[in-house]
């Protein structure tokens, strides 16, 4: 993984658009403002009891979406 860099929220929007899903219905299940979902979009991580929401919410596990062999690089979530 050299030059790869995972990026959750990418991968996130992804799935919401994939599946026809709405920004308003996900803020609405997640009880949040629709800027939130968008900015969560834009992140290159993600806290897990947010990731695990949307796993719920979304019924898909983003957990397993990750790298095997994925580690946080210096600087992300600073």
Not at 45 to 70: C, E, G, R
Request: hydrophobic share 35%; with cysteine; aromatic share 12%.
């Amino acid at each position: 993984m050299d030059n790869y860099q995972f990026h959750i929220g990418h991968l996130i929007k992804q799935h919401v658009e994939s599946h026809g899903i709405g920004v308003g219905w996900l803020s609405k299940q997640l009880h949040c403002h629709s800027n939130t979902i968008y900015n969560i979009f834009e992140r290159n991580w993600i806290d897990t009891q947010t990731l695990m929401k949307l796993s719920q919410v979304l019924n898909h596990d983003f957990f397993a979406d990750f790298p095997a062999n994925y580690q946080k690089r210096s600087g992300e979530g600073e």
